[in-house]
Each structure stands twice: as structure tokens, then as C-alpha cells.
């Protein structure tokens, strides 16, 4: 089983840049999906980045192409965004979670960690 922690949230103002981490203990992760997701007050999670399996492949919500990039550090079981340029509308938390196959439905995703707060101010 494994257990997520993010670290990295904070407030930022427009323009700004935040960088997220996500530690993974457990088993290892190499092989999983491993997505971020956002959720907003009164709005539903969504999916805004993920790196599949052994071959590292990612996906990118619209709204996040060319301003954020998901990375992951093996070694180190951690798995990061990185988000530039960051605009009023990205305030949310952000989860990282864990999936057995590259999906970017949430509901596919059976480990979560806490999350973190993002706030940009305009």
C-alpha cells in the first residue's frame, strides 16, 4: 500500500510560481500512475497532470498546458509539479494520488494524500 504526503502549497501572487512535491512511502511507484488534481470550492476534482508508468509519459489538463510540468524522481519516490505562470483561477487544493494504470479519472485513483492549499492572488 502506498501512502502519499504533498508538501509545497502556499499563496503566490499572479505571475508567480509554486512548486509541488508529493513523497510516496510504501511500495514502490515506479510502475503507477501518479496524477495531480485540484479541487476549488463548490467545483468538482479535476485532473491537471499525470506521468504514467515506467516510461514516464505525461498528460496535462488544457487549462495547465505550458505552465505547469509533472516530474518524477524515482529514487526518491517523490513526484513533483512545478507550476509557473500561475493565474487567480489555479487556487485550489491540490491531491496527488496514485493509480494502477494511466488514467486521468479520478475515481480510477485509490490512493490520495492530504492535500495541499494553493492561493494566487491577482
Known amino acids: 500500500q502506498v501512502q502519499l504526503v504533498e508538501s509545497g502549497g502556499g499563496l503566490v501572487q499572479a505571475g508567480g510560481f509554486l512548486r509541488l512535491s508529493c513523497a510516496a512511502s510504501?511500495?514502490?511507484?515506479?510502475?503507477?500512475?501518479m496524477g495531480w488534481f485540484r479541487q476549488a470550492p463548490g467545483k468538482e476534482r479535476e485532473f491537471v497532470a499525470g506521468i504514467f508508468g515506467s516510461s514516464g509519459t505525461t498528460s496535462y489538463t488544457d487549462s495547465v498546458k505550458g505552465r505547469f510540468t509533472i516530474s518524477r524522481d524515482n529514487a526518491k519516490n517523490t513526484v513533483y509539479l512545478q507550476m509557473n505562470s500561475l493565474k487567480p483561477e489555479d487556487t485550489a487544493v491540490y491531491y496527488c494520488?496514485?493509480?494502477?494504470?494511466?488514467?486521468?479519472?479520478?475515481?480510477?485513483?485509490?490512493?490520495w494524500g492530504q492535500g495541499t492549499q494553493v492561493t494566487v492572488s491577482s
Open positions: 494520488a496514485s493509480a494502477p494504470w494511466a488514467t486521468m479519472n479520478p475515481a480510477h485513483y485509490n490512493t
Open positions: 510504501g511500495r514502490t511507484f515506479s510502475t503507477y500512475a
